[in-house]
């Protein structure tokens, strides 16, 4: 199919990115790898299609204080493989390997993803986990949004109209990590997804962080289960129940690729891997 009619605005500067953007139903174009099948598929019909893509103020990857700083339009391939990442915030790295594949990886954005807000996609999930920080601009000035606060359901995000996601800060991160993916093929959507942390003190657990993807209409942070390993031995048991409790916070669609008992049962077999090999790393 083709895209139905849409006028089209190349922006040459933010400010002028932010204006377009205030117009009825206008969307932003950056990597393009998901809003590009939309409008061909037409499940997405904007008025406007602002392309941000020489906004190069938004494309930058840096550490500031203890955090990295990365621009919305950076691509997800600079980041997989920046040496800083992997080595402050491993986690993102080893997601980024997940998402799509690497010619996919090369086009698509940051930002983009974050604001395509797919329930099953990596991204939105590790920023929960990693409590990331959201800066988002328009005319009248910027704010900050949690990740926890910026997604709102499947495609919906805390963004209204004539804003723009331009910035997410990530705390860096030291400890033990792991991603555990179930697709139906490779390279697939995650039917359920798990990103764990922790940060031992021998075999005590000092913190543990865990979100879902898959599994509900937004990325879920088992929080009930990372309080149950802070601050006890992290034993088989003490993950085993981790796990569970994991599980129980979902609230995962059922569908033709897989039934919702299913994810959540998933759900905590994932997490049971992801965090005995985040223990591991640790």
């Known amino acids: 199919m083709k895209a139905a009619p849409f006028e089209y605005l190349r922006a040459t500067s933010l400010d ?14 950056a990597g393009g790898q998901s809003l590009v099948p939309l409008l061909n598929l037409r499940q997405a019909r904007p008025s406007l299609v602002v392309d941000i893509n020489r906004l190069d103020e938004l494309s930058f990857l840096r550490k500031e204080n203890g955090r990295l700083e990365i621009g919305a339009l950076t691509r997800h391939r600079a980041v997989e493989t920046s040496a800083v990442v992997r080595s402050e915030i491993p986690l993102l790295a080893e997601a980024l390997g997940h998402v799509g594949h690497v010619a996919i990886r090369n086009r698509g954005t940051i930002g983009g993803s974050l604001a395509h807000a797919d329930p099953a996609a990596e991204l939105p999930a590790v920023m929960v986990a ?107 048991d003490a993950i085993a129940l981790a ?37 591991e790393g640790a």
């Open 16 to 29: 002028e990115a932010i204006e377009a953007l205030g117009t009825p139903d206008a969307r932003a174009l």
């Open 130 to 236: 990693l409590d990331a920080d959201f800066t988002v601009r328009s005319a009248s000035g910027e704010r900050t949004v949690a990740a926890r606060d910026f997604f709102l359901g499947p495609h919906r995000t805390a963004l209204g109209r004539g804003e723009l996601l331009t910035r997410i800060s990530v705390p860096s991160h030291r400890g033990g990590w792991a991603v555990e993916e179930l697709s139906r093929r490779s390279r697939d959507l995650a039917l359920v997804a798990v990103f764990a942390t922790v940060t031992m003190t021998g075999e005590v657990c000092e913190s543990a962080r865990i979100a879902v993807a898959g599994a509900g209409p937004t990325p879920i942070r088992a929080t009930a289960a990372e309080a149950s390993l802070t601050g006890g031995p992290m034993t088989g």
């Open 243 to 279: 796990a569970e409790l994991a599980a129980a916070a979902t609230d995962p669609p059922g569908d033709l690729h897989a039934p919702a008992d299913y994810r959540r049962e998933m759900a905590a077999v994932l997490t049971r891997r992801a965090l005995a090999r985040a223990k």
